[in-house]
């Protein structure tokens, strides 16, 4: 799982070594990520579709894409399709996509790189692995996120964010136990490099066995991990958790009910890990609630069961934008 490493994460940046008084949040629920397929037959797991709207929002869904070596003329991606209403995350780990989308948007990511759009009122786009890569096979592993956006939002320009692994903002935990690659938002003093309409997080962390990474973590958000490899535990009550769960945190800032909000919130890796996959991998994810009702059908996010018709009729009608000539 190559991402962006560093030889020794002491040369870091570190997080703050937490506060004997500061309050770790909770562990809500640890679930199992159901198996898919999605795009032309590439294999997922749902990280969130288990979770109940109210503790993801303002996340839709999120995708593990792989982890899967292809032979030969196996790699798969999606076809041109629209989207509407709010913004996909791509985040590669292992292998290589290509992007392009009806605005003139795209390029290839790899390796560590995220693809950020903001589909707003409407686009069409494409994601697939280089020719190349089809004839050679390979590794295959990230994630994709859908972020959602506030109703004031949904009908803005759309927009395309190369983040490249070279801008990422990396960091150590206190004592060098943990790498994180902070994608966007903020964690603690230090922001990432994305740029995000609706407030939230986005992170990787890599745990070496037996270590420990306490995450400041705002009031306002939410909190989720996903582990993508590994074991270990969450919470400061140590529940387990492992390879395709899910953990949802207590303290959703301003939902009532859901707990008191808590500072930060704490990873754990098992003294001991598989041998393919050395590290406890995590992706960690928090955003401001947006609080508004969701109408979610196939490629498109909005408020209203209208605004959803509304969205196939002028997909149907050509409205989302045309596939450029190059690539039709």
Known sequence: MPAVTV???????????????????????????????????????????????QYLDPFIMMDQMGEVDYAPGEPKGTPWHPHRGFETVTYMIDGVMDHADSHGGGGTISDGDTQWMTAGGGILH???PPEWLVQKGGLFHGIQLWVNLPGSEKMVAPKYQDIGRTNVVLLSSHDGGALVRLIAGEVGEFTGPGSTRTPITLLHASLSPGSQLTLP??????????????????????????????????????????????????????????????????????????????AHYGPFVMNTQAELAKAFEDYQAGRLGTVPAGHA
């Open 126 to 128: 494409k994601e697939a």
């Open 7 to 53: 030889e020794n994460p002491l040369t870091l940046p570190r997080l703050p070594q937490p506060l004997n008084a500061t309050r770790e949040r909770q562990v809500l629920a640890v679930t199992t990520a159901p198996s898919g397929f999605e795009g032309e037959g590439f294999p997922v797991r749902k990280a969130l579709a288990t979770i109940k709207s």
């Open 217 to 294: 973590w705002r009031k306002d958000f939410n909190a989720l991990a996903y582990v993508l490899s590994g074991r270990g535990t969450v919470g400061g009550d140590r529940q387990p958790i492992e390879s395709g769960q899910l953990a949802v945190f207590d303290g959703f800032g301003s939902l009532p009910g859901l707990g008191t909000d808590g500072e930060t919130i704490t990873l754990s890796a098992a003294g001991t890990q598989e041998s393919r996959s050395p590290n406890l991998e995590v992706i960690v994810l928090g955003g401001r609630p947006i609080g508004e009702p969701v």
